[in-house]
């Protein structure tokens, strides 16, 4: 509550909350933006698409409402540095994700594969992983939302533009080289495509250990450039790896060793949802060239199968790009057992009607507590956002 200046503060229980968490693509931040900024709007030179503003409408009542949240991620913030209009999108994302942020894309891999990896030790590598939200987002979900949000503004770092776009150029020519593989291969099994990339991930983290090891050995090489020095995601899964068998009582660092190429040989990596979401999408792309697809992958996809595979499981919806959307679509719907459902332009209205009916579903107890809370006119969307 927020008394008057001669009122004593109050304080009292609050219902427990259950929100609906929801992703939006980078896309969907950067139409809302544009068609909320008036700024952007005299640059387009052409008419708005009404639907941005009415789902920015439906999004941010529904915030308010305390029905769902939108988290942000590493993603939107790259994307966005990339953009020329940073601090417009922040401001977008940070309003709807109301400083929830999901973690870092190779830390939530890392503590799935940790939690595997303690499970398949125990010898029950089929149990089912923790997937609650609440477990790689920052920030508590159903918290009810401050009225103030506080924004850190680091400025623009070339150097972190520059590495963002040299990563996304050094992704897509090795996806390039690997999609013309793919056309040659004229290979259309969907599992066998997904076995290759499945069975790729023990090899791929030790290459990307031992590279690491040799960098250090020849460190002098990398006076220039010592950011190149800094632990990559191998050295610390295998960092994590190692204090869990210093747990299970394997404190000999040659038997740490030899469980752990065990493991990576021999376990069932299905059973982990980032690799087995981000194998099913590059096994879909490659049977889609073996087919006659020509148009290779662009310069985004990384960051969409990154976006996918990491926050998918942990989603009640998603809200993707087209493209993805299909790709999903051609996957068998049993190999996708998540709760998350998936939205695109294809499908807007769908998505709309969606948002409609999370609103329907709020008990009359539960806005009547909103009004109480905030006041009756605080779901009113904030749609002077970006004007001074």
């Given at each position: ?387 001074s």
């Amino acid at each position: 509550m927020f008394p008057s200046r001669n009122e004593s503060s109050q304080s009292y229980s609050l219902p427990i909350l259950n929100k609906k968490v929801i992703y939006l693509d980078q896309f969907a931040i950067s139409n809302m933006m544009k068609a909320l900024n008036p700024k952007m709007r005299s640059n387009q030179g052409r008419k708005v698409d009404e639907y941005w503003l009415r789902l920015f409408e439906r999004l941010d009542s529904l915030c308010k409402l305390q029905l769902i949240v939108c988290p942000d991620s590493e993603i939107h913030n790259n994307e966005s540095l990339l953009s020329g209009f940073f601090e417009p999108l922040k401001r977008m994302y940070e309003l709807l994700s109301d400083g929830r942020t999901f973690f870092e894309k190779g830390m939530i891999k890392r503590k799935q594969i940790v939690e595997h990896f303690s499970n398949w030790l125990n010898g029950r590598q089929e149990t089912s992983l923790n997937l609650d939200p609440q477990s790689v987002i920052h920030g508590k979900i159903n918290a009810w939302a401050s009225r103030l949000i506080i924004s850190v503004n680091m400025g623009n770092d070339n150097d972190i533009v520059e590495a963002i776009k040299e990563y996304r150029d050094q992704s897509f020519i090795g996806l390039e080289e690997v999609f013309n593989y793919w056309i040659s291969s004229k290979n259309l099994d969907l599992k066998f495509w997904y076995k290759h990339e499945i069975q790729s991930f023990g090899n791929a983290t030790m290459k990307s250990y031992i590279n690491y090891l040799s960098k250090l050995k020849s460190a002098h090489e990398y006076s220039a450039r010592p950011e190149e020095l800094l632990p990559n995601d191998s050295v610390q899964l295998i960092s994590d790896m190692k204090s869990i068998l210093d747990q299970f009582e394997f404190h000999n660092l040659e038997q740490m060793w030899a469980k752990i190429i065990e493991y990576f040989n021999e376990a069932d990596f299905s059973q982990l949802p980032t690799l087995h979401i981000s194998a099913l999408l590059f096994a879909a792309i490659a049977r889609q060239a073996a087919i006659g697809r020509k148009r290779p992958p662009n310069r985004g996809t990384m960051n969409d199968v990154n976006m996918i595979s990491s926050y998918m499981p942990y989603c009640d919806a998603m809200f993707i790009d087209k493209e993805f959307s299909n790709i999903l679509g051609e996957i068998p719907e049993g190999d996708l057992n998540y709760k998350a459902r998936i939205f695109s332009l294809s499908t807007r209205e769908e998505f709309m009607e969606y948002l409609n009916t999370i609103e329907k579903s709020a008990t009359a107890e539960h806005i009547a507590k909103v009004n109480e809370v905030y006041g009756e006119s605080w779901k009113k969307p904030y749609v002077t956002l970006y004007q001074s």
